[in-house]
């Protein structure tokens, strides 16, 4: 498991929704585990310490409502229900079980994976906010207020995007973000299939800034910038 990586138990007594849903988030870059009752999904929670919680509302052994209230006893995990009806959503709002978000079945599970991202990022300090205003490596100053790139003296133009997908590795450096992250954090609420584009955006950017760009492929995974190169000899 790589270290930035969020893991999510889905509680779903449904083995072919759990699947489902699970194949999704496993795509989207997440850990999964799966839990199909209340005592299973207990267990899971002690055991893996998710990140988030899909609760299906309907369990065999007891019902999601009581679980998302005994979960709030103890942790702020966001949770996002799954009930069957319409009629459940507005319910389970109404007594303010503590849920963080709620989908109905059938949904689109590319929307249940935008929303998992959504709640994570209002769960997690906002990332965004900017600690400096520029960021540096070997050569290369990136600065987020005039939106300038220079390696060394030159300037360097960059298109909007690639300015913001390079500005994300940079300020993530030394951690790997899989194409489908980077995707949602540049482009925002966007849904997997797309990806082609961030390699199209990197090229761009590798092509500008020849051996001055940072970015290093990561096969079968995305892409990163090195923690730091060696700082170059001072003579
Ligand atoms: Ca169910």
Partial sequence: MRPDQHTILVVEDETSIATFIAAYLRNAGYAVRTAASVRDAVNELAAAQPALVVLD??????????????????????????????????????????ADDYMTKPFNPRELVARVKSVLRRAVPDRRVRASEELRHGDLVINAGKREVHVGD???????????????????????????????????????????????????????LGDASPIVTVWGVGYKVASERAPAPTS
Wanted: glycine fraction near 8%; proline fraction near 3%.
């Fill in 154 to 208: 030159e300037e360097i133009r960059l298109a909007p995007k690639e300015f913001d997908l390079l500005w994300e590795l940079l300020d993530h450096r030394g951690i790997v973000l899989t194409r489908d992250q980077l995707l949602e954090r540049v482009w925002g609420y966007t849904f997997a299939g797309d990806t082609r584009t961030v390699d199209v955006h990197v090229r761009q950017i590798r092509r500008k």
């Fill in 57 to 98: 509302l309907n369990l065999p052994d007891g019902d999601g409502v009581e679980l998302c209230r005994r979960i709030r006893k103890t942790s702020d995990v966001p949770i996002l229900m799954l009930t069957a009806r319409d009629d459940d959503v507005d319910k389970i709002i109404g007594l303010e079980v503590g």
